[in-house]
C-alpha cells in the first residue's frame, strides 16, 4: 500500500490543499515508444517513469470525467445559481 498526497489549488482564493490518498499499486507491462516516454518524462518533470505515467493516466481519466460533466451541459436542474454558491457561508 502506498500513500499520496494530492495537491487541490483553490481557485477563488489560491490557497493550496493537500489530502493523502490510499493507493494500490500493480504491476504492469505497457509497451510505449521511447520518444513519447523520453519526452513524457521530461515534460513531467518526474524523477522515474512509473511516476510520469501514473501522473500522465490520472490527468487524462480526470480530463475524461470533467468532458462527461461538460456533456451534460443543460440536463441538470440546480436550486441555487452559482452567485448563490459563490457566497453559501459553511
Known amino acids: 500500500m502506498l500513500l499520496v498526497a494530492h495537491k487541490i ?3 477563488s482564493t489560491y490557497k493550496k490543499y493537500y489530502y493523502v490518498q490510499e493507493a494500490t499499486l500493480m504491476r504492469s507491462t ?6 513519447i ?7 513531467s518533470g518526474h524523477k522515474n517513469k512509473a511516476t510520469a505515467v501514473r501522473e ?3 490527468v487524462y481519466l480526470r480530463q475524461k470525467k470533467v468532458e462527461k460533466i461538460k456533456s451534460m451541459k443543460g ?3 440546480f436550486d441555487k445559481t452559482s452567485e448563490d454558491l459563490r457566497h453559501y457561508e459553511r
Do not use: G, M
Open 75 to 77: 440536463k441538470l436542474k
Open 37 to 43: 516516454l523520453d519526452e513524457l518524462v521530461e515534460e
Open 56 to 58: 500522465a493516466v490520472a
Open 9 to 11: 489549488i483553490d481557485i
Open 30 to 35: 505497457v509497451t510505449i515508444d521511447k520518444k
